[in-house]
């Protein structure tokens, strides 16, 4: 079993930053891959980046690249989520998952979910 525990989330204006990070605990491995995923209401959750543990490996959801990223301290069984140049579109609710191995976008594909941080973005 693996916990995840978001953190991070807050209510900033267009065009701040905030930072999200993921804390693991249980049966963690450098052969999960991380996932982060969100949901605004109404919609559909959908993959925003990706990691892999073992060597760093990110992905991104095309709307993403450029203002976010994702990375990794395997000593602290962190990832985090840097997020800059926020946008009102960007408002949803944040969940870190965690799989073994690959690295994929499907929420369905992930074992493990943390409770979600909130994210709004005002304009």
């Known amino acids: 079993q693996v916990l995840l525990v978001e953190s991070g989330g807050g209510l900033v204006q267009t065009g701040d930053s905030l930072r999200l990070s993921c804390a693991a605990s249980?049966?963690?491995?450098?052969?999960?891959?991380m996932g982060w995923f969100r949901q605004a209401p109404g919609k559909e959750r959908e993959f925003v980046a990706g990691?892999?543990?073992?060597?760093?490996?990110?992905r991104y959801l095309d709307s993403v690249k450029g203002r976010f990223t994702v990375s990794r301290d395997n000593a602290k069984n962190t990832v985090y989520l840097q997020m800059n140049s926020l946008k009102p579109e960007d408002t949803a609710v944040y969940y870190c998952a965690a799989r073994a191995w690959l690295l994929t976008v499907r929420p369905s594909d992930y074992d493990y979910w943390g409770q979600g941080t909130q994210v709004t973005v005002s304009s």
């Open positions: 249980g049966r963690t491995s450098t052969s999960y891959t």
């Open positions: 990691i892999r543990l073992s060597d760093g490996t990110p």
